[in-house]
């Protein structure tokens, strides 16, 4: 996640003398890359994790074919080394290092200074939080990573240890360019590790990846139905509530819709969906036309590229409708004009290269904002928010300063176009993975938005009560007289039946 380059800092790395792991090397490189003055120190003594973990790591390594060494794993060396001018800062990788005079930040991984916690926490099904800890008493950073697998511990580690790696950098660009919190942003938990590896393995994670596997030999991994509804109440957004009056978009269980957009044109209501066949994995933009009876008409494929679409936010602008789909697996966040709307989209522009997902547009004070989360190259898609903004829907896209905005599973990767309520206040709606995946939908308040900061409130969960059977919800979006949300459905294989 490149930043505008901040004034090289002198820092000091330490990392374990023996077994150091891939992860303490690549923040290193990470801060080499943002241009800082990077000197290495050792910790002495053991630092291997024990046996049962790497077996565990390697066993699910093969069964999940995950090739090349992880973020985990083990690496022959990292030299020691000095820097060009003395430290003004320390960054503690080994847990343990000695005080010093100059401001030390340390990582507590679920309230233990030990990286392994982060896999025993994983294992025993929990979601480690990585606090960033000034002089062992201040927290001045903080992290709620997104754990994609649940059922793989060696995968979840990993997914725990990238952003680890993300906070390292981002805190690093706070302190050199004075933005670190002078109060503590959390209460620290240190707590040391809670239980071993192999009882937190055997106990724990074993039963949860054999009743996994159980289920994906019965069940689709993910299928989500879209439902709509045509109402002048007052909706979603206001209630906090589900609510009843949903009609479900029926499929064949073959491949499903998701992220329903709608978009009215000419008095008559569209709503463009991510369209997955199970078959090849990849989906497609879809469109749904509804007739003046507001019966839905059977999907068709508007776009297709490559890769991966999905997330396609529909809008008007400047007297031209566009689409911004999401397409991470291109490495670019490319806008669509529409050439004949609604089949016909040709590739405009691309506003921002990375692992950009679902981004959201909002215009704010006079210039445009996008709200998107970024995976900064390891790990999940769906914890880190960043947020761009523009003169112009062309550009120049410009990363925010404090980018990234927050680290949290909770409320990172947007799940919907922004909104304002009848009380006038601005909501996002935000996926909240606590549960998984997909586990449930909340609204965000936005308190500031601006260049020096990005504010959103805690997200308060949507009601899932009401009529709507799927209530593991994570998109929300009305225009008009229709609204429409997704919700994951339990789907045997071979089948569309529950």
Same mark, same amino acid.
């Given at each position: 996640?490149?930043?505008?380059?901040?004034?090289m800092?002198?820092?000091?790395?330490?990392?374990?003398q023996?077994?150091?792991r891939?992860w303490?090397?690549?923040?290193?490189?990470?801060?080499?890359?943002?241009?800082?003055?990077?000197?290495?120190?050792h910790?002495?003594?053991?630092?291997?994790?024990?046996?049962?973990?790497?077996?565990?790591?390697?066993?699910?390594?093969?069964?999940?074919?995950?090739?090349?060494?992880?973020?985990?794993?083990?690496?022959?060396?990292?030299?020691a080394?000095?820097?060009?001018?003395?430290?003004a800062?320390r960054?503690?990788?080994a847990?343990?290092?000695?005080?010093?005079?100059?401001?030390?930040?340390?990582?507590?991984?679920?309230?233990?200074?030990?990286?392994?916690?982060?896999a025993?926490?994983v294992?025993a099904?929990?979601?480690?939080?990585?606090?960033?800890v000034?002089d062992?008493?201040?927290?001045?950073?903080?992290?709620?990573?997104m754990?994609?697998?649940?059922?793989?511990?060696?995968?979840?580690?990993?997914?725990?240890?990238?952003?680890?790696?993300?906070?390292?950098?981002?805190?690093a660009?706070?302190?050199?360019?004075g933005?670190?919190p002078?109060?503590?942003?959390?209460e620290?938990?240190?707590?040391?590790?809670r239980g071993?590896?192999?009882?937190?393995?055997?106990?724990?994670?074993?039963?949860?990846?054999g009743?996994e596997?159980?289920?994906?030999?019965?069940?689709?991994?993910?299928?989500?139905?879209?439902?709509?509804?045509? #109402? &002048?109440?007052? *909706?979603?957004?206001? @209630?906090?509530?589900?609510?009843?009056?949903? !009609?479900?978009?029926?499929?064949? +269980?073959?491949?499903?819709?998701a992220?329903?957009?709608?978009?009215?044109?000419?008095?008559?209501?569209?709503?463009?969906?991510?369209?997955?066949?199970?078959?090849?994995?990849?989906?497609?933009?879809?469109?749904?036309a509804?007739?003046?009876?507001?019966?839905?008409g059977?999907?068709?494929?508007?776009?297709?590229?490559?890769?991966?679409?999905?997330?396609p936010?529909v809008?008007?602008?400047?007297?031209?409708?566009w689409?911004?789909?999401?397409?991470?697996?291109?490495?670019?966040?490319?806008?669509?004009?529409?050439?004949?709307?609604?089949?016909?989209?040709v590739?405009?522009?691309?506003?921002?290269?990375?692992?950009?997902?679902d981004?959201?547009?909002?215009?704010?004070?006079?210039?445009?904002w996008?709200?998107? #989360? &970024?995976?900064? *190259?390891?790990?999940? @898609?769906?914890?880190?928010?960043?947020?761009? !903004?523009?003169?112009?829907?062309? +550009?120049?896209?410009?990363?925010h300063p404090?980018?990234p905005?927050?680290?949290?599973?909770?409320?990172?990767?947007?799940?919907?176009?922004?909104?304002?309520?009848?009380?006038?206040?601005?909501?996002?709606p935000?996926?909240?993975?606590?549960?998984?995946?997909?586990?449930?939908?909340?609204?965000?308040?936005l308190?500031?938005?601006?260049?020096?900061?990005?504010?959103?409130?805690?997200?308060?969960p949507?009601?899932a009560?009401?009529?709507?059977?799927?209530?593991?919800?994570?998109?929300?979006n009305?225009a008009?007289?229709?609204?429409?949300?997704d919700?994951?459905?339990?789907?045997?294989?071979?089948?569309?039946?529950?």
């Amino acid at each position: 996640m490149r930043a505008a380059r901040e004034d090289m800092l002198a820092i000091e790395v330490i990392v374990p003398q023996s077994a150091p792991r891939r992860w303490q090397q690549l923040v290193i490189e990470r801060l080499e890359a943002d241009g800082h003055d990077v000197a290495v120190a050792h910790r002495a003594g053991p630092a291997s994790w024990p046996a049962p973990a790497k077996a565990a790591f390697q066993f699910e390594q093969r069964l999940f074919r995950r090739p090349g060494p992880l973020l985990g794993s083990a690496v022959q060396a990292i030299q020691a080394r000095s820097g060009n001018r003395p430290a003004a800062l320390r960054l503690d990788l080994a847990g343990d290092a000695a005080p010093s005079d100059v401001p030390t930040i340390g990582l507590w991984f679920d309230g233990s200074g030990a990286d392994l916690s982060a896999a025993i926490a994983v294992a025993a099904g929990r979601l480690p939080v990585i606090e960033a800890v000034l002089d062992k008493k201040t927290v001045v950073g903080q992290a709620r990573p997104m754990v994609d697998k649940r059922e793989s511990t060696a995968l979840g580690t990993e997914d725990v240890f990238a952003r680890a790696i993300t906070l390292v950098q981002s805190v690093a660009r706070a302190f050199a360019a004075g933005r670190l919190p002078l109060e503590p942003i959390a209460e620290t938990h240190a707590r040391g590790q809670r239980g071993g590896f192999t009882s937190a393995y055997l106990g724990a994670a074993l039963p949860r990846l054999g009743r996994e596997a159980l289920r994906r030999a019965r069940f689709r991994h993910a299928h989500w139905r879209v439902g709509y509804r045509f #109402t &002048d109440a007052p *909706g979603v957004a206001d @209630t906090g509530k589900l609510g009843t009056g949903w !009609s479900v978009l029926p499929d064949m +269980g073959d491949h499903f819709y998701a992220d329903p957009f709608p978009f009215w044109r000419q008095g008559r209501p569209f709503v463009f969906v991510e369209d997955y066949p199970h078959a090849t994995g990849k989906a497609v933009i879809s469109v749904v036309a509804f007739d003046a009876n507001g019966v839905p008409g059977t999907p068709r494929v508007v776009l297709e590229e490559a890769h991966h679409l999905s997330y396609p936010q529909v809008f008007e602008r400047d007297g031209v409708i566009w689409m911004l789909p999401e397409a991470s697996a291109s490495g670019k966040l490319t806008l669509y004009r529409a050439s004949g709307f609604p089949d016909g989209w040709v590739a405009e522009t691309v506003l921002v290269e990375g692992e950009i997902s679902d981004a959201t547009l909002f215009e704010h004070e006079g210039l445009l904002w996008l709200f998107a #989360t &970024d995976r900064d *190259g390891h790990g999940s @898609t769906s914890d880190t928010l960043a947020v761009f !903004s523009a003169p112009a829907l062309a +550009g120049p896209w410009r990363p925010h300063p404090a980018n990234p905005i927050l680290i949290d599973h909770r409320m990172a990767r947007p799940g919907g176009a922004f909104v304002r309520n009848r009380d006038g206040r601005i909501l996002l709606p935000v996926q909240d993975g606590t549960l998984g995946y997909g586990g449930g939908l909340g609204l965000s308040e936005l308190l500031q938005l601006d260049q020096q900061a990005v504010r959103l409130s805690a997200p308060r969960p949507i009601d899932a009560a009401g009529d709507w059977p799927y209530p593991k919800i994570h998109t929300l979006n009305r225009a008009g007289r229709l609204e429409v949300i997704d919700g994951i459905a339990a789907v045997r294989k071979r089948s569309g039946k529950q």
